[in-house]
C-alpha cells in the first residue's frame, strides 16, 4: 500500500477538499436552529407572489394592445388635436398603466424586503418570515387594489399589511444592528 502517482495525490486531495467542505457545511448548520429555515422559505414564497403579478401585465397587455417593447402605454395628441396611444384604445392607457405600476412597484421593493429578511432572520427568524410575508400579501393587494380600483384607491384594505411587513423587518434589523454591536 503507498499510494504513489498523480492521480493518487489528486484523489486525496479531492477527498481532503471534501472532507473539509463537509466540515464547515455541518459547522454553519449547527449556528442554526430549526426556525431559521423559515426564512429561504418565506424568500421563495415572496419572490414567486411578486413575480407572479407579472401574468396579470402580460394579461393587460394582451387585452389593451400594448406592444413591447413599451414598459408603461401613452397617449398624446397629435397637430390636430386628436388622440394618438400605444394601446389600441386611448381610454385605455390609464387601466394598462395602473396593472403595470401595481406589479412595478412590488418590483422595486422586493430586492430590498429580501435583504432586511436575510438580516433580520439571523436573530429573529421567525419573526423575519412573518415580516416578509405580510410585505408579500400587501404588496400583492396593493397590485390588485391598483388593478381593479385606480391610483387613488391602491393603498385601501388589505394593502395596508406591505407597511406593517416592512416596519417589522426595518424594526427586526434595528435590533439585530443592536445585539450585534452590543454583545
Known amino acids: 500500500g503507498v499510494m504513489a502517482g ?8 479531492r477527498r481532503s477538499s471534501q472532507s473539509k467542505r463537509q466540515k464547515s457545511e455541518m459547522s454553519i448548520l449547527a449556528l442554526l ?3 431559521h429555515a423559515f426564512v429561504p422559505l418565506a424568500m421563495v414564497v415572496s419572490t414567486i407572489g411578486v413575480v407572479s403579478l407579472g401574468s396579470g401585465v402580460m ?3 394582451k387585452k389593451f394592445n400594448v406592444p413591447y417593447p413599451n414598459m408603461y402605454a401613452v397617449c398624446i ?5 386628436k388622440p394618438v396611444s400605444t394601446c389600441a384604445n386611448p381610454e385605455d392607457v390609464d387601466k ?9 412597484n412590488a418590483l422595486e421593493s422586493h430586492y430590498s424586503m429580501l435583504m432586511l429578511t436575510a438580516v433580520g432572520g439571523i436573530l429573529f427568524p421567525r419573526a ?5 410575508m405580510s410585505w408579500t400579501f400587501g404588496a400583492v393587494m396593493y397590485s390588485k387594489n391598483y388593478s381593479n380600483r385606480g ?5 385601501g384594505g388589505l394593502a395596508l399589511f406591505k407597511y406593517l411587513g416592512l416596519l417589522t423587518l426595518l424594526c ?6 443592536y445585539q450585534i454591536y452590543t454583545k
Open 6 to 13: 498523480p492521480e493518487s495525490r489528486a484523489a486525496a486531495a
Open 151 to 155: 391610483a387613488d384607491k391602491r393603498n
Open 59 to 61: 394579461a393587460a397587455r
Open 96 to 104: 394598462f398603466n395602473c396593472v403595470q405600476r401595481g406589479h412595478q
Open 172 to 177: 427586526l434589523n434595528l435590533a439585530t444592528s
Open 128 to 132: 423575519a418570515s412573518a415580516g416578509l
Open 33 to 35: 436552529e430549526a426556525d
Open 77 to 81: 395628441k397629435d397637430a390636430n388635436g
